[in-house]
């Protein structure tokens, strides 16, 4: 079993910066950010492997990074840049392992969502 539990979001002018953070209990093998915005179906922003490697969505790619502390179990989205098109309800994201596990952003791919964390951008 996983646990996650997002903070860290806001209301920013476009241009600013936020961060956001993911708490983590248990052992996810892959995890990642997603966010939805009104209206529209929920879409991955980031992803972060097991061996460090991550992927971006075009949107993000440059803007965006995704890390992990595994020492403080908290999974990170660092986000600069920010325009209107970024707000959304950002939701942490997470997967187990077994055999045949698939890593993406993919929202298929996660069995393991927080609550989610509201990022709204003015212009």
């Known amino acids: 079993q996983v646990r996650l539990v997002e903070s860290g979001g806001g209301s920013v002018q476009a241009g600013g910066s936020l961060r956001l953070s993911c708490a983590v209990s248990?052992?996810?093998?892959?995890m990642g950010w997603f966010r939805q915005a009104p209206g529209k179906e929920r879409e991955g922003v980031a992803v972060?492997?097991?061996?460090?490697?991550?992927n971006y969505a075009n949107s993000v790619e440059g803007r965006f990074t995704i890390s992990k502390d595994t020492a403080k179990n908290t999974l990170y989205l660092q986000m600069s840049s920010l325009n209107p098109e970024d707000t959304a309800m950002y939701y942490c994201?997470?997967?187990?392992?077994?055999?045949?596990?698939?890593?993406?952003?993919?929202?298929?791919?996660?069995?393991?969502w927080g609550q989610g964390t509201q990022v709204t951008v003015s212009s």
């Open positions: 248990g052992y996810p093998y892959c």
């Open positions: 972060i492997y097991t061996d460090g490697k991550t």
């Open positions: 994201a997470a997967n187990i392992y077994y055999p045949g596990v698939l890593c993406g952003r993919r929202r298929d791919y996660f069995g393991y």
